[in-house]
């Protein structure tokens, strides 16, 4: 065989062999990434939660049809109750553990509370805290002043030993929808509607807080920390409107969750137990004992936060 010759069928063979090769491997779909991407279920390292005010659960299901079509495509309780009336002891709960024995809605001057919030915790474990508060006129604002703003719903300014980092850190609203876009939602985080878009004040119905809080849930899920499985959202009420016996509607949101319904009971320091888990930090106070939220939902936690 010539030079010439064997060239070319060694060429061919080259060519053949190639060909046989790219055939056998898998071809990506259009648009595809070139490398895979995060896990969408998790683990869960960050905690959103949005709560609505005087609201029952049956009220809730009925008129907030947006909120309730995330509960029935992603997970909610069917058994999940405030501890109290009226709203504020609620709130302390959620953030702290204990109801510290309060029974009104006097501001922060008649309530000092001492030791850690889960927002405390965050920041003492080199986590991130934050608390977006609608028409609170400054950091940590302590009054009534603001447009609607009620610190009776805005924990963290009670925790007197934490009122460093509450002036830097319990913002107004402004900075929610950045944080968002851009992936730096906090992993102890809280969004505090105005008394309007809480269903609060006489003349703002539950239709209106539904679209707030559909906005507000969907401008967190279009950020990079939904896409990626790391933040979790909490939709609930503080109490209810003493017609069910504090039964209030509580709404997990994140990928691992497909039409989950949750009949686990649970309570508002369930909700305080999450947000330590997820932190990965010992259970503050009644939460330490309180049924597991993240069991009952089945939340995907990192290694050693169960």
Not at 63 to 74: H, S
Not at 181 to 208: I, K, N, Y
Not at 209 to 237: E, K, N, Q, Y
Not at 267 to 292: C, N
């Amino acid at each position: 065989m010539s030079r010439r010759l064997l060239a070319c069928a060694l060429l061919a063979t080259l060519v053949l062999g190639g060909c046989q090769r790219a055939a056998q491997e898998p071809v990506p779909a259009a648009g595809a990434p070139a490398t895979p991407s995060a896990d969408p279920r998790g683990p869960v390292t960050k905690l959103l939660v949005l709560v609505v005010e005087n609201h029952s659960q049956d009220e809730m299901r009925s008129q907030m049809p947006e909120a309730f079509g995330l509960a029935e495509r992603y997970g909610y309780a069917t058994d999940y109750r405030a501890l109290t009336h009226p709203s504020l002891p609620n709130y302390l709960a959620m953030a702290g553990g204990d109801t510290f024995g309060v029974a009104d809605d006097d501001p922060p001057t008649a309530h000092v509370i001492h030791g850690a919030s889960v927002f405390g915790q965050a920041m003492g474990a080199g986590r991130t805290a934050k608390v977006y508060a609608e028409g609170m006129p400054g950091p940590c604002a302590l009054g009534t002043d603001g447009e609607r703003y009620a610190v009776r719903h805005n924990p963290w300014a009670y925790f007197v030993d934490e009122r460093d980092l509450c002036e830097r850190l319990d913002v107004p609203l402004d900075d929610f929808a950045a944080d968002a876009a851009s992936g730096d939602l906090p992993d102890a985080g809280l969004v505090v509607p105005d008394l309007c878009h809480d269903a609060h004040d006489e003349g703002c119905d539950l239709a209106g807080a539904d679209a707030w809080i559909a906005d507000h849930v969907r401008a967190a899920m279009d950020g990079p920390d939904f896409a990626a499985g790391r933040l979790a959202i909490v939709i609930t009420a503080d109490e209810d409107d003493h017609r069910q016996d504090n039964l209030v509607l509580t709404i997990v949101v994140h990928p691992s969750q497909e039409g989950h319904v949750v009949s686990t009971p649970l309570t508002h320091y369930s909700l305080t137990r999450l947000y330590d888990q997820v932190l990965g930090v010992p259970a503050l106070r009644q939460a330490a004992t309180a049924p597991d939220m993240a069991q009952a939902f089945g939340l995907p936690l990192p290694p050693g936060q169960g």
